[in-house]
């Protein structure tokens, strides 16, 4: 028999496979209820997804006929956290338990009204994964809603590069020791290269950058799955390798191997002065640190080509020196100019070197300038991704 947790896992990946496969959203319902129902035991659910800036009742389970939608939406969306009903609370919540809001990009997106979870459960991460089943189903349906409203407005390729542009975020964190910062430049308006962080708290904070095979709709729609996978199993899975590990098995699963990605991830603990990061088949990224240049090569091969990885490990940076670290994606050095030369790496590290004054958003910028200025007008043969990270030693 499957454990609960195999069970979720899989339920995941079947729900994300079915939001790849394009099926309808009412068979994505059924399949989000039939699980909480089935496998959790869940005896009332009321799934509300924003749409047009109303709230919507996708899924109801086992509730009232008179309970109004309208009436019930203005008593949840007080709540920012997950709550647990009380007997003070309004009438029209007792009959759940639990309100798990949804949260993308600063913005709830979903509320799901639940009551039943078992006796003797771990109530903990039944909920967790709640949360994770209910922010994918709310992201697709936004990227579902976002396409009917575009497709027949725009062109194909102008509405995905909105998906596209939508998930590269237009503001990086920066705290007291850091800072982060990003500069995106599509191909032909459609991309498939992705830059995100997730910030656990003011001293630890993740940052990725990766590069999906395949450009327009599909390598856009992988893009947006695969943003929904790192940003839900990011928070389950701390340790990089084991996270990795979990990307890899459910992006082959889902794309059959026929598509992969590669993909720098690091995470920065500022409590303990480190930086992790898992390399997977992605262009070194440049680590500038006491006067060197540093490439931080692959640690394990790409994304999704294989069902398990051959190999893991881990690299370490010790932060007790300022430094800087730039990645991007191989768009950046595929640039030639007129004459038929590659922009190369070397003249990327010769140009840092010489501006690792600048702080990271001007350095990003400048590293783009520089590039283009290069190219000299020339086509430029695919997206370019820039993502710099600079640690400080001493406080701002």
Same mark, same amino acid.
């Given at each position: 028999?499957?454990?609960?947790?195999?069970? +979720?896992?899989?339920?995941?990946?079947?729900?994300?496979?079915?939001?790849?496969?394009?099926?309808? +959203?009412?068979?994505?319902?059924?399949?989000?209820?039939?699980?909480?129902?089935?496998?959790?035991?869940?005896?009332?659910?009321?799934?509300?997804?924003?749409?047009?800036?109303?709230?919507?009742?996708?899924?109801?389970?086992?509730?009232?006929?008179?309970?109004?939608?309208?009436?019930? $939406?203005?008593?949840?969306?007080?709540?920012?956290?997950?709550?647990?009903?009380?007997?003070?609370?309004?009438?029209?919540?007792?009959?759940?338990?639990? /309100?798990?809001?949804?949260?993308?990009? =600063?913005?709830?997106?979903? &509320?799901?009204?639940?009551?039943?979870?078992?006796?003797?459960?771990? /109530?903990?991460?039944?909920?967790?994964?709640?949360?994770?089943?209910?922010?994918?189903? $709310?992201?697709?349906?936004?990227?579902?809603?976002?396409?009917? !409203? *575009?497709? @027949?407005?725009?062109?194909?390729?102008?509405?995905?590069?909105? %998906?596209?542009?939508?998930?590269?975020?237009?503001?990086?964190? !920066?705290?007291?020791? &850091?800072?982060?910062?990003?500069?995106?430049?599509?191909?032909? #308006?459609?991309?498939?290269?992705?830059?995100?962080?997730? #910030?656990?708290?003011? @001293?630890?904070?993740?940052?990725?950058? $990766?590069?999906?095979?395949?450009?327009?709709?599909?390598?856009?729609?992988?893009?947006?799955?695969?943003?929904?996978?790192?940003?839900?199993?990011?928070? *389950?899975? !701390?340790?990089?390798?084991?996270?990795?590990?979990?990307?890899?098995?459910? %992006?082959?699963?889902?794309?059959?191997?026929?598509? &992969?990605?590669?993909?720098?991830?690091?995470?920065?603990?500022?409590?303990?002065?480190?930086? &992790?990061?898992?390399?997977?088949?992605?262009?070194?990224?440049?680590?500038?640190?006491?006067?060197?240049?540093?490439?931080?090569?692959?640690?394990?091969?790409?994304?999704?080509?294989?069902?398990?990885?051959?190999?893991?490990?881990?690299?370490? %940076?010790?932060?007790?020196?300022?430094?800087?670290?730039? $990645?991007? @994606?191989?768009?950046?050095?595929?640039? #030639?100019?007129?004459?038929?030369?590659?922009?190369?790496?070397?003249?990327? #590290?010769?140009?840092?070197?010489?501006?690792?004054?600048?702080?990271? !958003?001007?350095?990003? *910028?400048?590293?783009? =300038?520089?590039?283009?200025?290069?190219?000299?007008?020339?086509? /430029?043969?695919?997206?370019?991704?820039?993502?710099?990270?600079?640690?400080?030693?001493?406080?701002?």
């Amino acid at each position: 028999m499957l454990s609960l947790k195999q069970l +979720q896992m899989t339920s995941l990946l079947n729900i994300t496979q079915a939001i790849n496969e394009n099926l309808p +959203q009412e068979d994505i319902y059924k399949m989000y209820k039939d699980f909480l129902t089935w496998e959790l035991s869940i005896d009332k659910i009321a799934l509300f997804i924003k749409e047009d800036n109303r709230w919507k009742l996708f899924v109801r389970y086992n509730i009232d006929d008179d309970i109004r939608e309208e009436d019930l $939406a203005r008593k949840f969306i007080i709540y920012e956290r997950l709550h647990t009903i009380k007997p003070t609370d309004d009438a029209l919540l007792q009959p759940f338990e639990f /309100i798990i809001p949804v949260y993308h990009k =600063k913005e709830p997106i979903a &509320y799901s009204l639940i009551s039943g979870i078992r006796e003797g459960s771990d /109530i903990y991460n039944n909920i967790q994964f709640i949360t994770s089943l209910t922010n994918i189903i $709310a992201v697709a349906s936004e990227n579902k809603r976002l396409v009917r !409203r *575009q497709i @027949t407005q725009e062109k194909e390729l102008e509405f995905a590069n909105e %998906v596209t542009q939508m998930l590269i975020p237009n503001e990086m964190p !920066r705290g007291n020791h &850091y800072e982060l910062a990003n500069v995106y430049r599509p191909h032909f #308006k459609v991309g498939g290269d992705y830059i995100d962080y997730i #910030k656990f708290s003011d @001293t630890k904070i993740s940052f990725c950058i $990766a590069d999906v095979s395949g450009k327009g709709i599909a390598g856009a729609m992988i893009m947006a799955n695969f943003q929904a996978l790192i940003q839900n199993l990011g928070q *389950q899975y !701390r340790d990089l390798e084991t996270l990795v590990i979990a990307l890899n098995q459910t %992006v082959s699963k889902i794309t059959k191997g026929e598509k &992969y990605l590669t993909l720098f991830i690091a995470v920065v603990d500022l409590e303990n002065k480190m930086l &992790y990061y898992v390399n997977a088949g992605h262009i070194p990224p440049l680590l500038f640190k006491n006067g060197k240049v540093t490439e931080l090569k692959a640690t394990c091969t790409i994304i999704g080509h294989f069902e398990e990885l051959p190999g893991i490990s881990e690299g370490m %940076v010790e932060l007790t020196q300022d430094c800087t670290l730039v $990645a991007f @994606t191989d768009g950046l050095v595929d640039i #030639k100019n007129t004459e038929g030369i590659n922009y190369t790496v070397e003249m990327l #590290k010769e140009y840092v070197a010489g501006n690792l004054n600048l702080n990271a !958003r001007q350095l990003a *910028q400048g590293i783009m =300038k520089k590039a283009m200025e290069f190219s000299n007008g020339s086509e /430029i043969p695919d997206d370019i991704a820039i993502l710099n990270f600079k640690y400080n030693k001493s406080e701002k």
